[in-house]
Structure formats: structure tokens, C-alpha cells
């Protein structure tokens, strides 16, 4: 079997993590796979370096000026993480050799600090994997077709790890972190929380995108994309090598689940703009105004108000509300007035699964759970496999703790402890 | 002017001192000079990767066991200081790209740790200096053929730099390190050393293997071969540019010295073979033995003894001496017998110039020193350029200090404080 397995920079922050790390994949290659494995820059390397040219520059915007040469400079990380992981691997008696993403030919667009994927040749990294290497590969680089080094931005080296996986063929690719899995909510805020042992792509990307600790949505993108079966673990189990969350098109499932988990995110705002003249011609306008500033809007929702006037209500990140409710104040004498009320010091809250709607009164039983905890909810948006609200920051764990109940969560997940299913206790 | 200057790793030590580097570089490029500029890695980063290494496989001998690794570990060095010097040169408003090894296509044969350059195909370099930048090349790597990352082990980086200007066709290559330039006597042993203003290739190569803090005797070489004038000097001197040491095929000298310097190297032993019997043979065989055991001897000389009879005398590192005459002992007798006497303990004393052979009684002024301060002298050895002598370890700087009086070496050198020639004064 060919795996392409992940490693984090804090899975790789010492030289005792990268021995451990190393005596995982030789583990692997025992049991006969091909391993192919992607690296992160050890522990706080990349931030020690962002710091380095923030000395050299005198501000914190090495990064905007000078983004060419900070992708020089961070990938010297991967490239010490990689060569002390070869090392290991050799030390520990197998093959190994380590790749730049230059070397197994990640070829990139040209734009630096936040570069795309265009193409991996896999040549290499097969050719060195049929000479009975591990091959290991730098996360979060790559090089442009002129031949410029370039990183992929956030979520690089989980790109790099799937994207791999894509281009050779893998039969899965493993991403290890400090986490032992994806949750079906934050385990510090929730005691019941449980590993999700199996979860979709689709579900997974909710849950990323709904702020929950997992792997990079752009990742994820990827491997729904092109059907990459994922193993999310944690780097510091040492047992047994199945645990963790698999992520696949088609999760195998008892039953079909109601909700896969619940994430929150804080730091959210709502701007809510009443009285407006109705019409598409207004609501175009604030969001492209908006839009050309740069401030991206996350839900959205219109209703009709009195004398055919409308309200619009904008969620969006706390930090960005101040600069878009002054934005939208100096727009609305042209559009023909309206108010302005600004909410601030909110948290999102999404439920997530892919079974939620073919179950009745979903929504009535979130609503239940949250106003049972007397709970107020300033918004609401749902998708196919998610319900998202927005509550008060301050009741934002109460929120959480109250739909992990209400949908017995537990009961779906692994009791991370015995490996087994919780319900089966 | 075309120019390439060399920065050691203790010029980039710091954020600040990458800042007065760019400072330098780019009163150079406003003086209309083109500048391609090599650097080390900062300050210790190279020992502390090699620590590193030697952590995760739990000894020192990672280099030796796995050297491809230990390339890709330290080229990570180079990329750091030279992605700074790049913000900060670009930040002082010129243009900068930095370059790896690869990206110049410093070519190189396929020896991990110690590569030989083959070939630098100058393209890219030029290409980035026409579009009006400084050119800022990784010293010390390089890649081979098949497109693996080598470094040009000791004294890497001057040999990237004297290399770059070869093949550039510079008009210059200037090599900056915490030092003002040769001195004729380290100037910490003699106070009236002075730096030497102008040197030929041949004294300076002397005055590298006779362990003079100068140049990597391999890149004076490569100068020597390609033409290529060299400027030594401090990169911590930030006024005058014209101070230094210049190094030319044909110096231009106000008379022709005598001497230029003298340099000293401890750590050397002596070994006297006794009572050898006579003949090509013998000596052939303790040559041959001892380099096979990859034993490598400075000084040689052979004298008769009594009834056809030779003494052979052999000078060697003092670290050598010990598994060297166990060595010979063995060989002894079934060469026909003879002793052994060893030295140990000795300082290696070199006096260069180029004109030292033109002038009558050097030979003479230099033993009439040594005397007078009762230096007993335990080897001599000449060449062209060169007196080279042992004394024990104990007189070396008093060896150092005769010699320098003696041939009144002062007269040569430049005040660095004031720039003008000693003598003038």
C-alpha cells in the first residue's frame, strides 16, 4: 500500500519527536507500505524566522514587501525538519531520502506567500521510492515554471500532503497533528466530546470551515476533489495505528448519523441595516461595496419591513465591522437612507452532518436546547449538511455543550481511551 | 564595475549587522558599481544545525554517516541570511533577489559535504543584474547533475565567490570577513604587524597553508587560475574601501620586498628515523606505508649517517605522530633495522615573499634572529617563496616576533588606522 503520511511542526519540534516520528514510519514500512512523508518546519521555526525579518525590516511587513524573498527565508524550515527526519529514518535502518517541493517537482503558480498547485511530476519521488526509500518530501513549497521558490500559504503543508497523495496514486494519506482526531466538539469544552470515526469530505469541509481544529479546507477541497482517503491522528499515539477520524466519500456508518459534531468560532459581528428602499439594486450595492473594500460578508439574510422598506443583516468577522459599518453609513443617503445597529462581541456556533435532513424537527430541537438554556440567537443560516447560529460570546461553550446533548453526540463517537464505540458501554 | 563580495557568517550575525551589510552593498551599487554579493550563513547557525544533527541520530558522526542529509540540513544556513540581506538591501531602495546555489547553477560533482564545483553557467545571475538588481548568491552549495544539493565543505563560501567572479568575468571579488586585511604577523602576537596593501597569489596561498588567518588557500587557488583580484578586508570597517589586502597576479610595490609575512601553525611533531639503511627503497616504503594508512607528512629530509647509514626526518601533525611512529616501529625491522626519535610538541614558523630570493643572506639574517633569542630551530624547509622552520610550541610567538623585527616587516605594511604606508611615517 502507498501512504502518504503528514506530520505538523509540533510533531516534529524536538529531536526526540522526530526520532519518535521516525520510528512511526519505519512502524509502517515493516508492515510493508511505501511511505511517502510530508513535513512541517519544526515547532515554532517558521514563526522564529517571520520574526528574524521583522528585525531585519524594522515592522511586522516583511511578508507584503517582500514576499519573494520570506519564501526564501521559510523554507529553509521544512528543509531542516526533512533532513533530520532522513536522518532518523536512516539511523533506525531504512532507506530515506528527503525531497525540496523544488526536488519532487510541486510546480506552483508564481504568486509568493500564497501560492496554488499546478502540477506534481511524480517522477522522482517514485523513482527514489522504487529504490526502497521512504521519501520525504517538504511541506507548504514549491516552484514556479520559472523556476522561483514559492510557499502555498495557510494550510500549505496538508496541501502539499494531499495533493501528493493525488498526483502518485496513494491509497490514503495521513495527517498527524497534536489531535487525536476530528471531535464531535471541542474536547476541552465539552467532557462528552468523542473522536467522529468515520466522516465525508463534505462534513469535514463544514466542520473546517465552521472553525473546528481540523485539517485546512483547501486541503480537504483537494481530497474531495480527487477522491484522496484521509486519516486525521495524532503524532503521540504510539498504539494502535487505526485509531483516529477517517475521512472518506462514502463514510461507513451503523446508521445514518443525524449530526457528525458541533464547532464554534468566536470573534463574529452583525451588522444589521433596516429601513432600506427595497430591491435588488440596494442589496447589490452594499455587498459590492463591501466586496471592493475587501471585507468579506459571511451570512446573509433579508426580510421585508414596514412601507416597503427592507432589512439586511451582515455577519462578518468582529475586527472588520467597524470599517463596514462606516462603509455602508456613507452609502446609505444615496441609496435613499436607513439605519444602521451594530452587534458585536458574537460567536458562530454550526451543527454539522450529512443526515440532518432527512430527520424531522432538527431544527426545532436545536432551537429547544438553546432556549431551554435561555440562549438567544442573533442569526441563523443552514446549508444542506449544516445549521449555523450566532450566539453571544459569553454563552458560546453553553451553546456548544447544549446541541452536543441534544443530539446525544456521544453516541456516535470512539471513546478515544478503548477504541470502541461509546454506545457499545 | 562588476564586483562580487563575499560576507562571512560573523558580517551577518545579527539583524543589525545584516543592515550595515545592505548599507555597504548599496553604496556600492550608488557608487554605479553592478554587485553580486555571496554569503554564509549567520554567525553559528551552521554549528548549531550540525548540533542539531547530532542530537537526533546521537552522535557527532551524523556527516559521516549521512552526508546527502547533512547537505540539505546546512543549506538551509545560506538561505536565511541571504533572504534578510535581500529585505534589507531592498528595503534601502535598491533591487534584490536572492539566489540559491541551485538557482545560480553552481554545477557541482555529485561528493556530499566536500563537492568541487564544475561549471557555473552564469545566466540567471546576469539576467537579475540587467534588470537592475543586486544579485545575492548562497556561498558554500552548490547542486550536481542529477539535481542533488551539495555543499563545497571547508571553505565553501570564498570558493562560491571567487568561483561566481571567474565565471562572471568580474572585475573583482571582494571577500569580507571580521579581518582588516593580511597582516604580516598576527597582530595579536605582534604589535607592529601591519596589513600587507598588496600580495600575489602565490605568497598569499603560502600564507594560507602556513596557517595564516587568511582566504581558504582553495579559492586563493581558483583566483590564481582564473585572473580573478581579490580584495581582503573588514566587513566592519564602514569608511575608506580602498583598505585592505589586494591580491594581484603582479603586485605593484613601491621596491620588491623581501618578506610579505610570517605565520605560525602549533600543533606539529617531529619524527627522526635513525640508522635506516640506505637507499630509495627504504625511504619509498615509510612514504608509502604511511600514506596508505592516510598519514600525511609536512617537511621531508634525508641526511647520511655513519656506515651507510640515513637519517630520515618526517614533520606531521601532532595529533598524527603517535599512530605514525607505532607504524614505522613495525616496519623497522624487516627493513633492516634503525630508531626512531620523536619530537613532539613544535610550532611550524613560515617566512613568505616573493622576493626573498633575490636578496643575499635571508637564509642568514633569519637563523642570526632565531639565535639571538636562543630559538632553537628544529626543521627547516624552503621553496621558492618560502623559510619555513620548527621551534618548540612554547617560542612560536617569539619565533614570530624575531622574525618579524628581523626583516623589519613594518616597513611593508599600511597604518590601518591612518591608511598610509608604515614607512612614510
Known amino acids: 500500500m ?53 528585525e531585519v525590516v524594522g515592522d511586522a511587513d516583511a511578508a507584503v514587501r ?19 527526519l532522513a536522518m532518523a529514518i536512516r539511523e533506525a535502518g531504512e532507506g530515506a531520502v528527503s525531497l525540496t517541493g523544488s526536488q519532487a517537482a510541486i510546480i506552483t503558480d508564481g504568486a509568493h506567500m500564497s501560492a496554488r498547485i499546478k502540477e506534481i511530476r511524480g517522477d522522482r519521488v517514485r523513482a527514489a521510492l522504487e529504490q526502497g526509500n521512504v521519501v520525504i518530501v517538504a511541506g507548504f513549497q514549491g516552484v514556479s515554471a520559472a523556476r522561483e521558490i514559492t510557499t502555498l500559504g495557510r494550510g500549505g503543508s496538508d496541501t502539499t500532503a494531499v495533493a501528493l497523495a493525488a498526483a502518485l496514486g496513494a491509497d490514503r494519506c495521513e495527517v498527524y497533528s497534536d489531535v487525536r482526531g476530528v471531535y ?22 463544514e466542520l473546517a470551515s465552521a472553525g473546528a481544529q481540523v485539517m485546512h479546507a483547501r486541503a480537504v477541497e483537494i481530497a474531495a476533489k480527487y477522491d484522496v482517503d484521509l486519516r486525521l491522528g495524532s503524532a503521540f499515539d504510539t498504539g494502535d495505528d487505526t485509531i483516529g477520524t477517517f475521512v472518506t466519500r462514502k463514510p461507513q456508518r451503523m446508521e445514518e448519523l443525524v449530526l457528525t459534531g458541533v464547532a464554534a468560532k468566536s470573534g463574529q459581528a452583525k451588522l444589521v441595516l433596516n429601513g432600506l428602499p427595497a430591491g435588488l439594486r440596494t442589496v447589490t450595492a452594499v455587498l459590492v461595496g463591501l466586496a471592493e473594500a475587501g471585507i468579506s460578508v459571511d451570512m446573509i439574510s433579508e426580510s421585508a419591513g414596514s412601507e416597503g422598506r427592507i432589512e439586511l443583516q451582515l455577519t462578518l468577522d468582529d475586527e472588520l465591522v467597524q470599517e463596514a459599518g462606516d462603509l455602508v453609513s456613507a452609502m446609505l443617503p444615496g441609496m435613499g437612507g436607513g439605519g444602521i445597529v451594530v452587534r458585536r462581541g458574537l460567536s458562530k456556533i454550526a451543527l454539522i452532518g450529512s443526515g440532518m435532513h432527512r430527520r424531522a424537527g432538527v431544527y426545532a430541537r436545536a432551537y429547544r436546547s438553546l432556549l431551554e438554556k435561555e440562549i438567544e440567537v442573533y442569526a441563523v443560516s443552514t446549508s444542506g449538511i449544516t445549521i449555523t447560529v450566532l450566539v453571544e460570546e459569553a454563552r458560546q461553550d453553553d451553546a456548544v455543550q447544549a446541541l452536543h446533548e441534544a443530539f446525544t453526540l456521544e453516541l456516535i463517537g470512539e471513546d478515544p481511551a478503548t477504541g470502541a464505540a461509546a454506545g457499545e458501554r
Chains 1, 2 share one sequence.
Open 2 to 54: 502507498l501512504v502518504v503520511q503528514k506530520y505538523g511542526g509540533s510533531s516534529v519540534a524536538t529531536p526526540e519527536r522526530v526520532r519518535a516520528v521516525a520510528a512511526r514510519v519505519v512502524r509502517a514500512v515493516r508492515r510493508g507500505d511505501e511511505l511517502v512523508v510530508v513535513v512541517s518546519a519544526m515547532g515554532d521555526t517558521t514563526d522564529d524566522l517571520v520574526a528574524l525579518a521583522a
Open 66 to 84: 517582500h514576499s519573494r524573498e520570506m519564501d526564501m527565508l521559510l523554507t529553509a524550515g521544512e528543509r531542516i525538519s526533512m533532513a533530520l
Open 184 to 205: 464531535t466538539a471541542d474536547p476541552r469544552k465539552v467532557p462528552e466530546a468523542r473522536i467522529i470515526p468515520q466522516v465525508s469530505f463534505e462534513e469535514l469541509l
